[in-house]
């Protein structure tokens, strides 16, 4: 939490720096990087949100409380990235060719302060204090954005040691591009988790075999994976239960709980137990199911 704040103002303070640098020392490397690292703010943010507010999940206006301020908050990510690396990228086309003077000393000395403070920041997040789940994707949007600083850093070096003027240029079309390969992962896990899509690393077929072949199981439909907030997935199914082992049903809820939580690490299971299934033929796992059965 501490470590999150403290992290959100150096990102700000280190921004402020890099946009005056930038056009102090008349370095679009500088400009690009600040784009780039604002990013990690916007990552930053939601997360520090999502800590402070403890769990208003069970509100009655906000079910999930805040959990999915994270994903709203990388989906905002990705188009502030895509912005930034189109203007950096048209921006560099304009001044290609151009006579340019770009004070290589300032460049690279600011670039270095920024290159410092995401290292901070990436050991500071590192800390295993931080168990939040926020955190945990602010973390990983830490790692690719060194990548951008470290380019601004070679850009400034360049230009220092061999007086090559257009190495500001060529940094900042790196970090574009560098914006865009981020952002093309990020916002396709953005929208997969945005469209409820089964989390990568759950087999929701081996999940319904696992419940399946429980005693006194039928058949499982109505089956929804997805994750809530990245970290915390979610099951919601409906289990078809023999109905003369009605009695059992408590000790199979508790037994299917468990294989969910223990085995497939999701924490949000909601499962109606039913003896009679109404409306479930259609349902193309149940009729590929009934297929395999019979
Ligand atoms: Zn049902």
Redesign the pocket.
Known sequence: MTSLRISLALVVAVTIARVAGGIVSGSLALLADAGYGLTLGVALAPALLAAGSDAPAGAVRRTFGYQRADIVASLANALVLWAVAAWILLEAWGRFGEVSDVDGGLLLGVAVIGLAVHFIIMLMLRQPAQKHGGAAHAREQTLPSVMGPAAAVLAGLTIQMFGWQAADLAGAALIAVLALVNTWRLLAHVVHVLRGGTPEHIDVDRLCRRIEDLPGVTLM??VHVWTQTPGSDALAA?V?VDPERRAEMDSLLDRIRTIAREEFNIRHVTV?L?TT??N?KEDPRVAARLGRRR
Do not use: K, P
């Open positions: 439909h109505d409906h078809l109606q039913e299934a109404v479930w």
